[in-house]
């Protein structure tokens, strides 16, 4: 099967600056499962294009996937969540009109996170800053299900990591550090900005299903935070309390080489068919 529609359109503008979300649509009757993509970057670089990959398999498994642009480097934290919270919203809003059913959202590497926190805090006021998009008064930001491509879950553990890892002299670290503090400022917003540790202050947040999809070995994604009491790697101590807090996830692990392969995403693309097609998951504290 073969996207029926490939086009591209301008879905948020901040004064002369347009974001543009790339769409593509499948071939045959709808409504389709539809999701939301995030490019990854160490929240500073990146673009909608690096989604074409898992965005051309999802569409050739039959759902619809809009890539998105968004703020983020200089434009600082909470800016990427604003234009993701309208871009969720956008799409809702267009859902009848380009024959799309439910909602979910995906993401790599940074995000990934951008795409976990952004479900679970829908209804956080610092996200939902920017009014309605055209028709979608009364349009909220949940989503239904949400697919992580090695996302940076906890950005301080990482910002640690990486400064560590290139004191030893790893190439991976680069100037991962110097990019996480021009978006998050400093510890204290990659503290609070951050999936893992909500969950572990224990804040009302929505917890649709998830996966996550781990290369191993990958240093700058699956590694043990030391200062975090955790008894193994990120990944799995995320795991442990997204489903100790009630929520489901699946935590899949391939060769390194094979994370984003033909192989995993058509488990992604077969997780999402399903979670898209069930009732939206509850709210935990009413979030």
């Not at 389709?32 to 990146?46: R, S």
């Not at 940074?110 to 679970?120: E, I, N, R, V």
């Not at 992580?148 to 560590?164: D, E, F, G, K, T």
Request: with cysteine; glycine share 12%.
């Amino acid at each position: 099967m073969q996207p029926l529609e490939f086009h591209e359109t301008v879905y948020l503008r901040h004064g002369a600056r347009a974001l543009t979300a790339r769409l593509l649509l499948p071939e045959g009757a709808g409504p389709h499962p539809a999701v939301v993509a995030l490019h990854g970057g160490a929240w500073c670089k990146g673009a909608r294009g690096d989604c074409d990959g898992l965005a051309w398999a999802f569409a050739g498994a039959g759902i619809a996937v809009a890539s998105l642009d968004f703020r983020d480097g200089a434009d600082l934290y909470p800016s990427s969540l604003r234009d993701i919270h309208y871009g969720i919203r956008w799409l809702k809003a267009e859902a009848p009109a380009l024959g799309l059913g439910r909602v979910g959202i995906v993401g790599q590497s940074s995000g990934g996170h951008l795409a976990m926190l952004a479900a679970m805090r829908p209804a956080d006021p610092r996200y939902a800053a920017l009014p309605a998009p055209p028709g979608g008064e009364g349009v909220d930001a949940t989503v239904a299900a949400v697919v992580m491509l090695w996302p940076v879950i906890n950005p301080l553990s990482r910002y640690r990591h990486a400064q560590r890892a290139r004191a030893e002299g790893a190439a991976w670290a680069g100037d991962i550090p110097e990019r996480q503090v021009l978006y998050w400022g400093d510890t204290a917003a990659m503290a609070e900005g951050n999936p893992l540790l909500a969950l572990e202050r224990g804040e009302a947040l929505r917890l649709p299903p998830a996966l996550w999809l781990q290369g191993r070995p990958d240093p700058a994604h699956d590694y043990r935070d030391p200062e975090g009491g955790f008894d193994g790697t990120e990944p799995d101590r995320f795991a442990a309390r997204y489903r100790a807090a009630g929520g489901v996830l699946n935590l899949l692990t391939t060769a390194p080489g094979d994370r984003d392969g033909p192989a995993a995403l058509a488990m992604a693309a077969a997780f999402l068919r399903t979670a898209l097609a069930s009732p939206l998951a509850t709210a935990r504290g009413g979030g």
